[in-house]
């Protein structure tokens, strides 16, 4: 299975172009808007975006958001945000690989759920997470 790892700065370059082959959004442009939000991303607390490689290009992403809680004794919010795999690699563990990478990260922080939705009506994205 592959191996999931949290995103660095230099990965921006390969999630733009992984972000550019899916079917779920728009990226932000131009370049330099971009590199703006990757660096919020990357210092902003709470925020972890977590990857999969394939040899020299990033095959998943998905990006978990922490979120602190006043309820539920204090435990924390988890979102699992922009769930991403490269079209040419689906079905090869890449996706799941960063998903529970995400989830463990979760765990490990106290969340006490971890929520994720999607606005796709795909009938293959929403079994990839049943």
């Known amino acids: 299975m592959p191996i ?24 932000a442009r131009p370049r330099e808007h971009a590199e703006s939000i990757w660096q919020e991303t990357l210092t902003h607390p709470g925020l972890h975006v977590f990857v999969s490689d394939d040899h020299d290009r990033i095959a998943a992403t998905c990006m978990l958001v922490i979120a602190p809680n006043l309820l539920r004794g204090g435990r924390r919010h988890g979102f699992l945000e922009n769930v991403v795999t490269h079209p040419e690699l689906r079905g090869r563990g890449h996706g799941r690989a960063v998903v529970l990478a995400a989830l463990g990260h979760a765990w490990a922080a106290d969340c006490h759920h971890v929520l994720m939705q999607s606005g ?11």
């Open 4 to 27: 999931a790892r949290l995103a660095r700065a230099s990965d921006l370059p390969s999630l733009l172009a992984l972000f550019d082959l899916s079917e779920v959004s728009a990226i």
């Open 120 to 130: 796709r009506a795909d009938p293959r994205v929403h079994a990839f997470y049943e």
